[in-house]
């Protein structure tokens, strides 16, 4: 039975996928947008929406939880000074998902995935 197995497995340990969000949290928030696959963009989804809810809020125990898992410090400065408040007016959706298509290797469906403001996202970009 599948009781508790909330997620795709991504074909990795449950620490190399904690490590594998991080890192491309950080990217996306870093550059508003990242080419990855659909799988990968579906699962990214919810954990970059939460951090984006914490940086609304914008208190310190809210940058505390976030630096969790942004730990680079340029980063999570962008995260809570630019993106946080472009999205303060938003009730959530914060991201987009874009099918791409099919990667050249090994035909995996690829998709884009980007901040819905991209006017935070190009403010230092």
Known sequence: MRHGKKGRALGRTSEHKEALLRN????????GRIETTT??????????????TLAKRGDLHS??????HIQDRDTLV??????????????????????TGFRQGDGAETALIELVDRNAADATA
Do not use: V, W
Not at 24 to 31: E, Q
């Open 24 to 31: 491309m949290a950080t990217s996306l928030f870093r550059h």
């Open 39 to 52: 799988a990968k963009a579906k699962e990214l989804r919810p954990f970059a929406e939460k951090l984006i």
């Open 63 to 68: 940058k505390r939880l976030a630096a969790r």
């Open 78 to 99: 962008r995260l809570f000074d630019q993106i946080g408040p472009a999205s303060a007016e938003r009730a959530g959706g914060y991201t987009r998902i874009l099918k």
